[in-house]
């Protein structure tokens, strides 16, 4: 089935640093690639997403790059701040999107 | 914009009992609401997904008897926890669809005793 892999958290950045989280993933579809980020007490909210391959994805300082032929969609960040604290996840939707397969989630700590 | 709100936002039951929970889309028609489950230290993963018009379909390890859902119309869905035991705890996420675009609400955090 279809599945994702990231990196496994936490991850301890301090201000200014910069950030890369791996994510892999399978799918014997075409998906559209995600990354959201949920803060403590509430549901995820969509980072940005990326439909078609070799395209790129960004909002507010993060970005990702959908490769297919490495089935990767790494998220990075040059210059992480203590806001970015959070939970990201790298997800898939496949079959027009009413299906969304998640990543397990990496914690992000970022001190000042 | 579009919005998903979740009821309520906590809970607390005790083993045996049954919970209900509610998913209401604002600004937009959620033609199809999937609802999710994060376990503690898991991700989420799909309960069942429910499409305007055609039967509700439960993933693997997830039954209509025990997660039974309600989707009346294109802004509101509920699901019920029945027998609700101590590996049900979690986060219940609501995600409505319009367009393409997903929208989350913020969840129902279940505890049970």
């Known amino acids: 089935g279809d599945s994702v892999t990231q990196t496994e958290g936490p991850v301890t950045l301090s201000e200014g640093t910069s950030l890369t989280v791996n994510c892999s993933y399978e799918t014997k579809q075409y998906p559209t690639l995600f990354w959201y980020v949920q803060y403590p007490g509430e549901g995820p909210q969509l980072l940005f997403k990326?439909?078609?391959?070799?395209e790129k994805g960004s909002n507010r300082g993060f970005e990702a790059t959908y490769n297919k032929e490495a089935t990767s969609f790494h998220l990075q960040k040059a210059s992480v701040q203590e806001s970015d604290s959070a939970v990201y996840y790298c997800?898939?939707?496949?079959?027009?999107?009413?299906?969304?397969?998640f990543g397990s989630g990496t914690r992000l700590l970022v001190s000042p | 914009g579009a919005l998903v709100y979740q009821y309520p936002r906590r809970t607390i039951c005790k083993s045996g009992t049954s919970m209900r929970m509610e998913c209401q889309a604002v600004?937009?028609?959620?033609?199809?609401v999937a609802w999710y489950r994060q376990s503690p230290q898991k991700t989420f993963e799909l309960i069942a997904l429910s499409t305007v018009n055609s039967a509700i379909k439960y993933e693997q390890n997830f039954t209509q008897e025990k997660f039974p859902i309600s989707h009346p119309n294109l802004s509101f869905s509920s699901m019920t926890v029945l027998n609700a035991y101590l590996e049900d705890r979690g986060l219940y996420l609501c995600g409505a669809r319009d367009r393409g675009q997903q929208y989350f609400g913020p969840g129902t955090r279940l505890t049970v005793l």
């Open positions: 990326v439909p078609k391959a070799n």
């Open positions: 600004g937009f028609q959620a033609t199809s």
């Open positions: 997800a898939l939707s496949v079959t027009g999107g009413y299906k969304v397969v």
